[in-house]
């Protein structure tokens, strides 16, 4: 019997072909244990419809009590009907299924929604972009509405955790620099799936920052250490190792790969990968599979001479959207036994907790104006960014953009800029354990933190709260760890 093609299927397509394949065909003993933070996404996914289904005002016909065949019947009866509101409903067509949170009719149609715990778009409110993985859900819905002679146009709408109805144009073009639109992402997408579920076509893993949340994770990274995969070097991905693949598939073969004659001009003969990047690339090769591989810098550094330095991390719980937890690592002199950890909780997923919590880091900032500040990646600051406009009354906008402006980004400024290390990727966690430094926690992660968080939230157990604070300590300590293991490299 064939394998119809759904929306999960296309939503883990997105983030990952290759595990649509495993899922489908692989021995499921293989699997890693369900992660604690995925299973919390499910259960808090759930709730957060079921909050938003009892607290509608509006008329809807619920179908979610029904399953399968008789689901879908109903389905086509409340359409053939006019029922102005279907939620849980079922719908298919020519080998593709959907269960559309949502069906809305609008004019002679109907136009599908999802109800997601997440935000309905990427990036802030200036520059939000649609999310490819809930775009071609709603697509499918709209493509199996079209095929029924249902559609209402090719559109759709995600209701947001912001309590936002969020529109999917999806005939719409993604940017002015993207010349393509939802729509054509389905397409591409729709013919991948029905090449994986056909069988004509055989996917690849491929290490990625998705991998780590993933049940495949395990095997699939024995799978790449055994090929000795170039998707293992930082920053190459599916795009280039496809690119690589006619002179190098393995990170050997990369480390001796002859960059002149693979010029042409100021190209190579590798679509998207220029000089300078496949000279980075086959450098990267080349350390991992040295015989005494060791990371160092490739020019001297230039950081601030401060007697005091502070090393800054915060926790987050996207899916409440507050920010829960500032933690700061204080030293003078660069001498470790005068470390100090200070740390601002929310003890409620509150407005008024998250503001206390954020008033409080700045003031432990402000009392320190001379001092060093450094973190980890981008996220920092945009999420104070967001916290200055949420509670304006504790600092202005150029206080935000001054304080990141001073401070240090080791992973922007430093890692990626100025050191090669041989690792698989340039997170704080394998470059900090990379220098011998180990977290107490046994599975430390932020997505751990926020399934921890969540469990204070319901049982305000001090247990969980010490487990929190005590990741997020490690956390800071790791970025100083990471800073004096930079300054103790050679540089080549």
């Not at 495993?22 to 995925?38: C, E, G, H, K, Y």
């Not at 259960?43 to 289904?53: A, D």
């Not at 009907?81 to 009719?105: F, M, Q, T, V």
């Not at 991998?211 to 190459?236: F, G, I, R, S, V």
Request: charged fraction near 30%; proline fraction near 5%; glycine fraction near 8%.
């Amino acid at each position: 019997m064939p394998i119809l093609v759904t929306a999960s299927i296309l939503y883990d397509l997105v983030h990952c072909p290759h595990r649509v394949s495993m899922d489908l065909f692989t021995d499921p003993a293989r699997r890693d244990p369900v992660n604690p933070f995925i299973q919390l996404l499910w259960e808090r996914g759930n709730l957060y419809e079921k909050e938003v289904i009892s607290g509608l005002d509006i008329p809807f016909l619920d179908l979610s009590i029904y399953r399968g065949d008789e689901k879908e019947k109903l389905t086509r009866e409340a359409m053939a009907h006019g029922e102005p509101l279907i939620y849980g409903g079922r719908i298919s067509a020519d080998g593709l299924l959907g269960d559309p949170d949502l069906l809305r009719r609008e004019g002679q149609g109907y136009v599908p929604g999802d109800i997601k715990s997440g935000s309905g778009e990427e990036g802030g409110d200036e520059d939000g972009k649609l999310k490819k993985h809930y775009g071609v859900q709603l697509a499918l819905y709209t493509n199996i509405l079209e095929r029924l002679g249902l559609s209402a146009g090719r559109r759709g709408f995600v209701w947001d955790i912001h309590g936002e109805e969020v529109p999917y144009d999806l005939a719409a073009l993604l940017g002015p620099r993207t010349p393509e639109s939802m729509w054509d992402v389905y397409a591409g997408c729709l013919a991948e799936a029905k090449a994986i579920t056909g069988h004509t076509s055989k996917t690849a893993p491929a290490y990625g920052a998705v991998c780590k949340q993933c049940h495949w994770y395990t095997a699939c990274l024995d799978d790449l250490t055994a090929a000795n995969d170039l998707t293992l070097l930082p920053e190459l991905g599916r795009s280039k190792r496809s690119a690589l693949a006619s002179h190098a598939r393995t990170i050997a073969d990369l480390a001796r790969i002859d960059i002149d004659a693979c010029r042409r001009g100021k190209k190579t003969v590798f679509e998207g990968i220029g000089p300078d990047v496949l000279a980075k690339l086959k450098e990267r090769a080349a350390l991992v599979v040295s015989s005494d591989p060791k990371p160092y810098l490739k020019a001297p550094l230039t950081l601030p001479a401060r007697e005091v330095e502070i090393f800054f991390d915060i926790e987050v719980d996207p899916m409440r959207d507050v920010c829960y937890l500032h933690g700061f690592v204080g030293r003078r002199g660069g001498d470790n036994a005068t470390e100090r950890y200070v740390a601002f909780f929310a003890d409620e997923p509150t407005a008024a907790s998250e503001k206390a919590a954020f008033a409080q880091a700045w003031a432990y900032l402000r009392g320190n104006p001379d001092a060093a500040v450094y973190y980890y990646s981008k996220y920092e600051r945009t999420i104070w960014r967001k916290l200055q406009q949420k509670h304006p009354e504790v600092c202005t906008a150029d206080e935000i953009e001054t304080l990141f402006g001073d401070a240090v980004d080791l992973y922007f400024d430093v890692v990626r800029k100025q050191s090669e290390w041989p690792t698989k990727d340039y997170s704080i966690k394998t470059l900090a354990k990379y220098l011998g430094f180990a977290w107490r926690d046994a599975h430390p992660s932020g997505a751990a933190s926020i399934e921890w968080f969540d469990r204070w939230v319901k049982s305000s157990d001090p247990a969980v709260k010490q487990r929190i604070l005590d990741y997020n300590e490690d956390d800071c300590r790791a970025t100083r760890v990471l800073l004096d293991g930079l300054r103790g490299l050679p540089v080549r």
